[in-house]
């Protein structure tokens, strides 16, 4: 059964760094064509997609956001982390981890975790 | 990016209409296209990916059809259960990107 998980803070201030972890299971990061993607939502709004993370540990990012995100993955533990940089008011929403398989289609979502950036 | 255009952005439908949601690429993306379904509060559901191919457990009154730049998705008979909101994405080049989403409402 593959599971995923967000987890980090619910709040942050402006100008600070977001870290969120990706926790899985029910498959294995370091096999081939397996990825991790990480998907936001602002309230009441369309996904928008931020960045990926492959078997080989190639990555991928958002090109409107590229200079603000860092993604890593610690294979032993099953997990995929997203850092952000200079988290401003407008970075509010709800952040997802997805499965990517093969083809490239995001086949399982976590709940997703709500980050509210605030002074 | 390739940017990804939905529509329409709402509409309203009955329990047994036949709706047709379309999605518009900015360049040609082949068959790398996806349909999610999310409702309030959920994170999105996998529909439909590569354009047609039913993913695993989604009725088949879903149905996907299109490939270079206009894709549609297809449902057969509306269900309580169908009213949501549905999003195309491209995965043929990163970054991948949404299109703005279609809510469903009931009429």
């Known amino acids: 059964q593959v599971t995923l998980r967000e987890s980090g803070p619910a709040l942050v201030k402006p100008t600070q760094t977001l870290t969120l972890t990706c926790t899985f299971s029910?498959?294995?990061?370091?096999?081939?064509?397996?990825?991790v993607s990480w998907i936001r939502q602002p309230p009441g709004k369309a996904l928008e997609w931020l960045a990926l993370?492959?078997?080989?540990?190639?990555?991928y990012y958002s090109t409107s956001l590229k200079t603000r995100l860092t993604i890593s993955k610690d294979t032993s533990k099953n997990q995929v982390v997203l850092t952000m940089t200079n988290m401003d008011p407008v970075d509010t929403a709800t952040y997802y981890c997805?499965?990517?398989?093969?083809?490239?289609?995001?086949?399982?979502w976590g709940q997703g975790t709500l980050v509210t950036v605030s002074s | 990016a390739i940017r990804m255009t939905q529509s329409p952005s709402s509409f309203s439908a009955s329990t047994g209409d036949r709706v047709t949601i379309t999605c518009r690429a900015s360049?040609?993306?082949?068959?790398?296209l996806a349909w999610y379904q999310q409702k309030p509060g959920k994170a999105p559901k996998l529909l439909i990916y590569?354009?047609?191919t039913l993913q695993s457990g989604v009725p088949s009154r879903f149905s996907g059809s299109g490939s270079g730049t206009d894709f549609t998705l297809t449902i057969s008979c509306l269900q309580s259960e169908d009213f949501a909101t549905y999003y195309c994405?491209?995965?043929?080049?990163?970054?991948?990107?949404f299109g703005q989403g279609t809510k469903l409402e009931i009429k």
């Open positions: 993370i492959d078997w080989d540990d190639d990555k």
């Open positions: 029910g498959f294995s990061l370091s096999t081939s064509g397996m990825c």
């Open positions: 994405q491209q995965y043929y080049s990163y970054s991948y990107t």
């Open positions: 590569a354009a047609s």
């Open positions: 360049q040609g993306i082949s068959s790398y």
């Open positions: 997805a499965r990517r398989i093969a083809g490239g289609s995001l086949d399982y």
